[in-house]
């Protein structure tokens, strides 16, 4: 995504030339390759999340902090942070970074539908990692509760609280 910004700035905003080969490779083919191989390979484009395209934005928004906070002045006058159009300009390059990757996303997400791809699963990992991801807490609180639990119904371990829970009709036999 950060190529493309590149490529598009650099092209139309500054007029930038592609007469040498470096440029040509940094500003045009590069970018173009990474774009084709999203589109055409585009591995794991199923497990790319909707927020994803908004944490795109980071990068260049830190970058645009240090360079105003730096003082440089490598860009013309496009990104003068002293000119009136300076904030329209930044806030185009937002709007144009999210819109080009939920377009992004959305092709993802077309391509994986009609190509039958599912997102990975989580696999159980022991000591409740992947319970702790999904309810977007600490694997160690995740080990508290357990051991709690476990101490209120006298287990020591997993397969006494499996034990405690079919004795008790907790569940049902498969």
Known sequence: MLLLLVCVTFITIMGGSLNKTWSLFEHLITPMLVLVDFLAVG????AVKWWHPITWTAFPLA????????GLHMYGSFLNPKKSSFAGTVAGFVVGVLFVGFLLFLFGMMKASATGQRPPRRQQQPGGTCLAAELFIGETTVKTHINNCFAKIGARNRAEAVRYAFREGLTRDR
């Not at 591995?43 to 199923?46: D, K, L, P």
């Not at 970058?63 to 730096?70: D, F, G, M, N």
């Open 43 to 46: 591995r794991n484009q199923v």
């Open 63 to 70: 970058y645009l902090i240090y360079y105003v906070s730096a």
